[in-house]
């Protein structure tokens, strides 16, 4: 009986050390979805224009590739719906 209690602790204790050793600061959603996610808010909003004004600063300045300056427009249209009852 010892021993079985003994591997469950063991068990737990591994259950924690790989849990704790994948801890992040938060998801990384990439360029990607965030990016089809504000192209359909802004196609929502009537301010295409806008979001690609603000988002080439975004991609020209930063460090990381993420992406495109706005991708085709099919994705983030047909999601809109989503994002609108959302």
């Given amino acids: 009986m010892k021993a079985k209690h003994l591997v469950i602790v063991l068990l ?39 979001f690609i004004h603000q988002n080439s600063f975004t991609i020209q300045n930063s460090n990381a590739a993420l992406g495109p300056i706005n991708y085709p427009w099919g994705f983030p249209i047909l999601i809109s719906p989503v994002i609108y009852l959302g």
């Fill in 12 to 50: 737990l204790l591994l259950y924690l050390f790989l849990s704790s050793s994948i801890l992040t600061l938060g998801h990384y959603w990439g360029g990607d979805f965030s990016a089809y996610i504000m192209q359909s808010v802004s196609f929502l909003e009537g301010t295409e224009s806008e």
